[in-house]
C-alpha cells in the first residue's frame, strides 16, 4: 500500500494509475538513507496487479525481515532493447536482468 511519495511525479503518476490519492511529502527525502529499503515498480513487461498494471513491486525486504523498513527508496524499471520480459522476484534477479 502506498500513501506517500517524496517526488511529485511520482505520486501524480501512482495516484492516476491506482486511483486513490498519493500525498506528496517533499520531506521523505530528508531520512538517511539507512532508513530506506530498495524497491522497484515496472513500467512495462508482464501484465499484472502492480501500481501501473504490470508485475508487483519487488522489495529488498520483506515484513519481518531484519532490514525491512516500510520507507522505500523507489527504482522504475523498463524492458528496453528488445529483451524478452519475464518475471523478475528478488533485487539479485532485477541486478542481474540489467
Known amino acids: 500500500m502506498v500513501t506517500d511519495a517524496s517526488d511529485n511525479k511520482t505520486a501524480t503518476s501512482i ?3 491506482q486511483r486513490h490519492k498519493i500525498n506528496f511529502i517533499p520531506m521523505l527525502t530528508s ?22 498494471g504490470f508485475q508487483l ?5 520483506l515484513p519481518g525481515d ?18 524478452k520480459a519475464k518475471i523478475l522476484k528478488s ?5 542481474q536482468a540489467q
Open 66 to 83: 531484519s532490514d525491512y523498513s516500510s520507507l522505500i527508496d523507489l527504482t522504475f524499471v523498463n524492458w528496453t532493447g528488445g529483451f
Open 31 to 52: 531520512n538517511p538513507n539507512h532508513y530506506l529499503q530498495q524497491g522497484y515498480d515496472f513500467f512495462n513487461g508482464i501484465r499484472g496487479e502492480g501500481p501501473f
Open 91 to 95: 533485487t539479485q534477479e532485477i541486478v
Open 15 to 17: 495516484t492516476k494509475s
Open 57 to 61: 513491486t519487488v522489495g529488498s525486504a
